[in-house]
């Protein structure tokens, strides 16, 4: 099974809202990753949180980890439609030789924003 | 610096024939992942390599393997190609550790018949 569920499966808002996606995991991890897919295309990287940081910025996004409760959100403020995509939260696990680890990607939230 | 760029695009293949994709990752870059992405099962981990050597690999039959060259270009293989083949294979590659900040390629869109 997946190491990152994200919480909704689809979420659809006005343009101008903000939108909240989240992402629960079942083991420790070294960091957890959040990307962004458009339709059929390669994965671009948004933010990396390590497990040590409780919350951090990159311009309209804003992410939180709760280690505690096994928990990650990523906000988008002041949506616009290019935002429409899907997102995926992303998360180290299973060592494989000499200790490297490997990403575990969770299935998605899709994104829409209605103009 | 240019992308990592993955060949060909798209493909189409028939029921037992074997494939061969290849990626090359952003200069510099040593370490090359591949993943599968299908609309039932997502995305999941193939293989990472580094410096030629296979460091993780994920759960997939043996007829799905990889490989890397010197200059951190990386090929992954399907043998006996099967219909549940059919997805969106993306490779990445990251500087140093795979944990950490993954550029995409474009992906390669296989499609057995």
């Known amino acids: 099974s997946q190491q990152g569920e994200e919480d909704p499966q689809a979420l659809s808002i006005q343009e101008g809202e903000n939108a909240t996606m989240n992402c629960s995991y079942k083991?420790?991890?070294?960091?957890l990753q959040w990307y962004r897919q458009n339709s059929g295309r390669g994965l671009v990287h948004l933010i990396l949180?390590?497990?040590?940081?409780r919350e951090k910025h990159s311009g309209r996004l804003r992410v939180t980890l709760d280690t505690s409760k096994k928990s990650s959100s990523l906000l988008i403020t002041a949506s616009r439609a290019a935002d429409t995509a899907s997102y995926f939260c992303a998360t180290d696990a299973h060592p494989g030789v000499q200790g490297a680890q490997k990403l575990v990607f969770g299935q998605g939230t899709r994104l829409t924003i209605n103009p | 610096k240019a992308g990592v760029t993955q060949t060909p695009r798209y493909l189409i293949k028939t029921r037992g024939q074997q494939v061969t994709l290849s990626c090359s990752p952003i200069s510099g870059h040593r370490s090359v992942s591949w993943y599968q992405q299908t609309p039932g099962q997502g995305l999941q981990f193939l293989f990472e390599?580094?410096?030629?050597?296979?460091?993780n690999k994920g759960n997939f039959p043996g007829r799905f393997s990889g490989r890397q060259f010197s200059n951190s270009r990386s090929e992954m293989n399907v043998s006996t190609l099967e219909l549940g083949d059919s997805a969106l294979y993306l490779c990445?590659?990251?500087?140093?550790?795979?944990?950490?900040?993954?550029?995409f390629g474009p992906g390669t869109r296989l499609t057995v018949t």
């Open positions: 990445a590659s990251s500087a140093l550790l795979a944990n950490y900040e993954q550029y």
């Open positions: 083991t420790s991890i070294n960091n």
């Open positions: 390599y580094f410096s030629e050597t296979q460091r």
């Open positions: 949180i390590r497990s040590n940081e």
